[in-house]
C-alpha cells in the first residue's frame, strides 16, 4: 500500500464511450503525475500536475483529458479512445515537483482495454 | 537525462544477494541514480537513490563507481517477492526537471 490508489483497476470500453479514471493520494502531496505504460514499452510520462496546475504535457492526444481539482485528486478523462490505447495507466504523486531527491510512490494502476 | 544501460534478465538463488548493474556512462555531475521497481501488474515502487555516495536503506544498497559511470543495486538476501523488473534511472538537479525517465530495465528471477 503506497498511499496512493486508483479506480477502477480494470476497464473496458468501446471506442465511442467516455469514461474517467481516478487517482487519490493520501500523502500530503503536491505533484501528481499521469503514466502511460503499453505492452512491451517503457513508461510513458503523460501529464503532470503541481499544486493544481497542470506543468506538464507529453504531446498526448487530447482525447485524453486531465483534470485535477485539487492536491489530492486526479482524473484522467477519455473519449473516443482507439485500441492503441489499450494499456495501464499509472497515476503517482511525490512531495515537490522539480526537486529530483523526492521519490514518486505509484498507484497500482487501471488496466484499460480498448474494443 | 543520461541514458542507462542495464542487462535484460537476471537469475539469483532465493537468500544469495542480487547485484543488478546499471552503466550510465554520459552521467553529468548534477544526475542522481535511481532505482525503481515494478512487479507484475503492479505500479512502479521506489527503491534508493544517490547522487555520489553508497548508499544504503532497509530494501537495498546502492554503490555507485568514484567516477559515476556504473552503478549496482544490491538486494542482500533475495527472497521470491523481489521478482521484478529493476530500473536504473537517472534524473537531473535542476528545478523543473523532476520527471522520470523509465527505460526498460532487468527482469530478475529469484529462484527457489
Known amino acids: 500500500e503506497t498511499g496512493v490508489t486508483q479506480t477502477p483497476r480494470h476497464l473496458v470500453m468501446g471506442m465511442t464511450n467516455k469514461k474517467s479514471l481516478k487517482c487519490e493520494q493520501h500523502l500530503g502531496h503536491n505533484a501528481m503525475y499521469w503514466y502511460k505504460q503499453s505492452a512491451k514499452k517503457p513508461l510513458e510520462l503523460m501529464f503532470v500536475?503541481?499544486?493544481?496546475?497542470?506543468?506538464e504535457n507529453n504531446s498526448v492526444p487530447s482525447r485524453f483529458s486531465p483534470e485535477c481539482p485539487n492536491s489530492s485528486h486526479l482524473f484522467l478523462h477519455l473519449h473516443t479512445l482507439q485500441p492503441e490505447d489499450s494499456a495501464l495507466y499509472l497515476c503517482?504523486?511525490?512531495?515537490?515537483?522539480?526537486?529530483?531527491?523526492?521519490?514518486?510512490?505509484f498507484g497500482p494502476g487501471t488496466r484499460l482495454t480498448v474494443t | 537525462d543520461a541514458k542507462t544501460t542495464q542487462p535484460p534478465s537476471m537469475d539469483c538463488a532465493e537468500g544469495r544477494a542480487a547485484n543488478l548493474p546499471c552503466n550510465h556512462s554520459?552521467?553529468?555531475?548534477?544526475?542522481?541514480v535511481y532505482w525503481y521497481r515494478q512487479i507484475h501488474s503492479q505500479g512502479p515502487q521506489y527503491i534508493i537513490h544517490g547522487l555520489k555516495n553508497n548508499e544504503t536503506n532497509e530494501m537495498a544498497s546502492l554503490i555507485i563507481t568514484e567516477d559515476r559511470k556504473s552503478s549496482t543495486l544490491i538486494l542482500p538476501h533475495a527472497t521470491l517477492r523481489d521478482t521484478a523488473v529493476y530500473y536504473c534511472?537517472?534524473?537531473?538537479?535542476?528545478?523543473?526537471?523532476?520527471?522520470?525517465?523509465f527505460g526498460t530495465g532487468t527482469r530478475l528471477t529469484v529462484i527457489p
Open positions: 534511472i537517472v534524473r537531473v538537479s535542476e528545478t523543473g526537471a523532476n520527471n522520470l525517465f
Open positions: 500536475y503541481s499544486l493544481e496546475e497542470r506543468v
Open positions: 554520459t552521467i553529468s555531475g548534477n544526475e542522481y
Open positions: 503517482a504523486s511525490s512531495q515537490v515537483w522539480g526537486a529530483p531527491t523526492y521519490e514518486q510512490y
